[in-house]
């Protein structure tokens, strides 16, 4: 069983900063990667961001040289650092997390609201 519990999202201006954070507990070892999705209003929860056990990150191009996904393993938290925001990353952001012997993430948050104003 993993936890997983989101905070730090909020209403930021257009070419704003904001970074949530993803506190993870219970059978952490398990875990091969977490990522953040989003889901904006209308569309598919889509992954924005992905940090593996060895400390490699992947992003979507929508996001790419924007946010910064980073782990603090003694704290037991990721964070999402988000710069230049634009309307367009309106969502919900949530985390989640892969086990390690899976492709899949399967341990979700409850997710954390981002609105960018215009």
């Known amino acids: 069983q993993v936890q997983l519990v989101e905070s730090g999202g909020g209403l930021v201006q257009d070419g704003g900063s904001l970074r949530p954070s993803c506190a993870v507990s219970?059978?952490?070892?398990?875990?091969?990667?977490i990522g953040w999705y989003r889901q904006a209003p209308g569309k598919q929860r889509a992954l924005a961001a992905a940090?593996?056990?060895?400390?490699?990150?992947n992003y979507a191009d929508s996001v790419k040289g924007r946010f910064t996904i980073s782990r603090d393993n003694a704290k037991n938290t990721v964070y999402l650092q988000m710069n230049s925001l634009t309307p367009e990353d309106t969502a919900v952001y949530y985390c989640?997390?892969?086990?390690?012997?899976?492709?899949?993430?399967?341990?979700w948050g409850q997710g954390t609201q981002v609105t960018v104003s215009s």
């Open positions: 219970g059978s952490t070892f398990s875990i091969g990667g």
């Open positions: 940090i593996n056990s060895g400390g490699s990150r």
């Open positions: 989640a997390a892969r086990p390690s012997w899976k492709n899949d993430y399967v341990y």
